[in-house]
C-alpha cells in the first residue's frame, strides 16, 4: 500500500500506527496522537502518556506551506489541528519575520459544530447550537500547545462554537516588535512568505468561511490598529476540507511526489 489514513481517536492511532509505519508507504494519522513534539505536553493536555517517543519525533507535522521540505517523503504525518491550522498560518509570517513580538498573542477563533466530530453530544443538537454563540476550552483548550509550537509564540487561545455547520474563522491579535508596520506593510509580507502557495489567499478584504467552503484554501487579510497599536490578523478555512481531510490529502501529495493541488479545490461552493 502506498498510503493509510488513519481517522480514529488518539489512543486507537496509538495502536494502529506502529503497525503500519515501514510496512506501507505512508501513514497519515488524522488524531493528535503524533502532533506534540514533546511527550511530556500530553498528560496535561491529552490526558495520557505517551510512550512512543522515538515514533513522535520520526512524525513529520502535515502542513506544507510550512513543513514542506521535511514531508517529501515522510513515512508517518500527523495531521494539524483545524485550528492550528487557520490561527498558525495566519501568525507564523508575522512571529517568523520578526514583525510582531512572540509573546502576548491573543487568538479568538470560531468553528462550525462539525468541528465536535459525529458524536451524538448534548451540545452538538441543533437545538442547542441554533441561535447561539458561546465559547468553549477557556484556557485550556487542547489544540494551545500545538498552536504554540508550529509558531514558536506564547499564545492565549480561546475557541467558540458558532451556529454553523462548517468553517473556521481565526481572529488573531499581536503587538508589533520595534516599529510599528502599516496595513499594507503586514499584506505585503504575508503575501511574500506565501506567494507560492497554492491554497494560500492573502487580500484586503476580510475572509468568509462561505467563501472557503467545500475548498482546500485559506484566506487571510491584515490590519494594523495606530489607535491601539495592534496588528491583527485574520483567516479563515473550512474545518472539514484544510481544517482536516483536504489538508490530509495535500500532505499526502506532498510526501509521495504527487501535483500538490491533484483531487482539492481551490474554488469555493459559495459565492
Avoid at 37 to 43: A, G, I, V
Avoid at 124 to 146: C, I, K, M, N, Q
Avoid at 164 to 178: E, Q
Wanted: aromatic residues 8%.
Amino acid at each position: 500500500l502506498d498510503v493509510v489514513f488513519l481517522g480514529v481517536p488518539h489512543d486507537a492511532a496509538l495502536e494502529i500506527a506502529p503497525q503500519l509505519v515501514d510496512k506501507v508507504g505512508c501513514v497519515i494519522d488524522l488524531s493528535a496522537a503524533y502532533r506534540l513534539k514533546d511527550s511530556s505536553l500530553y498528560p496535561t493536555w491529552y490526558g495520557f502518556e505517551h510512550t512512543q517517543p522515538e515514533l513522535l519525533q520520526r512524525a513529520v507535522y502535515g502542513l506544507p506551506e510550512l513543513y514542506r521540505s521535511e514531508l517529501v517523503g515522510a513515512r508517518l504525518i500527523a495531521t494539524p489541528g483545524c485550528y492550528v491550522t487557520a490561527a498558525s498560518l495566519a501568525l507564523t509570517p508575522l512571529v517568523k519575520s520578526g514583525i510582531v513580538a512572540a509573546e502576548g498573542i491573543i487568538v479568538d477563533a470560531a468553528s462550525g459544530v462539525s468541528g465536535a466530530g459525529r458524536a451524538l453530544k448534548h451540545t452538538s443538537l441543533f437545538s442547542t447550537v441554533d441561535e447561539d454563540f458561546t465559547a468553549y476550552g477557556l484556557l485550556d483548550h487542547r489544540h494551545t500547545p500545538e498552536i504554540e509550537q508550529v509558531t514558536g509564540a506564547q499564545v492565549l487561545f480561546t475557541p467558540h462554537l458558532a451556529p454553523m455547520n462548517r468553517g473556521i474563522l481565526a481572529t488573531c491579535y499581536a503587538r508589533p516588535n520595534g516599529a510599528a508596520p502599516t496595513t499594507a506593510s503586514l499584506l505585503a509580507a504575508i503575501a511574500t512568505f506565501y506567494r507560492n502557495e497554492p491554497f494560500m489567499v492573502v487580500r484586503p478584504q476580510v475572509p468568509s468561511t462561505k467563501a472557503t467552503l467545500g475548498t482546500n484554501c485559506v484566506h487571510i487579510t491584515a490590519r494594523y490598529d495606530e489607535r491601539t497599536g495592534y496588528v491583527m490578523v485574520l483567516a479563515a478555512l473550512d474545518n472539514i476540507a484544510k481544517g482536516a481531510s483536504g489538508g490530509a490529502v495535500q500532505a499526502m501529495n506532498v510526501a509521495l511526489g504527487i501535483e500538490e493541488t491533484l483531487g482539492l479545490n481551490s474554488v469555493g461552493v459559495y459565492p
